[in-house]
């Protein structure tokens, strides 16, 4: 379930700009402007083992866009990362928050490692060195970061605690999804997965589908996905497979979300859980179902398994996980999709209310943050649904329709400087 390495995520941004830009008429020199990121840094950030050797990773930050606001953007640690990925991230970040109308830009981050073979020690130095590095670039009013892949609310709040120290006071609005100690947000960590959940049930409701006779294949069972899969558990739904980077399991009478996740917290995965059958992420990909929703990592449905792909449609909670020669392929076979910008933008829209709370030192009750949360992913699905219905094009051609609109208006009215 890891990256196809043959596959660039920014050439797949681009791609989706240039094929906007053409169906929106975009003015060429906001389309060249909004094309490239507004800032990208590259640290080396040596870290002491705990073995007293020191190693030395390579860390992103790339800001693609101050239009609407500050930045907003997870950091990820994965063997992977590369500057191309993080700029791909950057840029859909913008698309996101923009269509959301939240006032950021979009950001990412990101370290190459690999925190499974590291100790809490050498992650919180790593960490630690990395905020150091990038910290002339982030602050409440210029950049704040959140967790994403293999990083959490201990890691803002070392980032947090980092930042704050250099400053002489305690800075909480400078991240998003730290401990509710330390100024987080009451439901931030389900919020991707909350949002991904209302997607499913709004299209659902769209296309005409009773939710207790839907069947359900979730792939990535981390934060977004289990979260989803124990919310559409509780509505009804029938869940018959979910697979996370170890295997896949399906039940076709259906998986208790809430069991599966307990084994997992338990074991680390999911394998091993007794009441299921255990098959491959490639079996898992190709089940017949009614909901397919992608909550791994991006590069998932390609050209080679597209046509493979049993379901009525597809909720992305995952960034890019549809290429776009998979995107044509569903297209025509009628698959409806909605995409990532629209359908993840839960933890982004709670990442906002946290720092609006941490700017007012005011906070709210979990019911307060879900009813919000769930009042403005309901008004993006139908702006965009109508959008989509009124063009004629795909959710995610109307998705980020909708956003390069409004960063293209943002920045046709405040211009060029000099």
Known sequence: MGKNNKVNPWKIALQQLDEVAEKINLEPWIHKKIRKSRRELIVSIPVRMDDDSVEVFTGYRVQHSIILG????????????????????????????????????????GIACDPEKMSQGEIERLTRRYTSEIISMIGPEKDIPAPDVNTNPQVMAWMMDTYSVNRGYSVPAVVTGKPLVLGGSQGRSEATGRGVSFCVLNTLKHLHLNPEETEVVIQGYGNVGSAAGVILHKEGVKIIGIGDIKGALYNSKGLDAQKVLEH????????????????????????????????????????????????????????????????????????????????????????????????????????????????????????????????????RLAALMLAVKRIAEATKLRGLYP
């Open 264 to 395: 997992r917290k338990k074991t680390g995965f999911i394998v091993g859980y007794k009441e299921a059958e255990s098959i491959t992420n490639e079996e898992l990909l190709e089940l017949k179902c009614d909901v397919l929703i992608p909550a791994a990592m991006e590069n998932q449905i390609r050209e080679d398994n597209a046509s493979k792909i049993k379901v009525k449609l597809i909720i992305e909670g995952a960034n890019g996980p549809t290429t776009p020669e998979a995107d044509k392929i569903l297209e025509d076979r009628g698959i409806f999709v909605v995409p990532d910008v629209l359908a993840n933008a839960g933890g982004v829209i709670v990442s906002y209310f946290e720092w609006v709370q941490g700017m007012e030192r005011y906070f709210w009750t979990e019911e307060e943050v879900n009813s919000k949360l769930k009042g403005i992913m309901d008004r993006n699905f139908y702006s965009v649904l109508d959008l989509s219905i009124k063009e004629k094009v795909t959710m």
């Open 70 to 109: 500050p930045t907003k953007g997870g950091v990820r640690y994965f063997p992977d990362v590369d500057l191309d990925e993080v700029r791909a991230l950057a840029m859909w970040m913008s698309w996101k928050c923009a269509i959301a109308g939240l006032p950021y830009g979009g950001a990412k981050g």
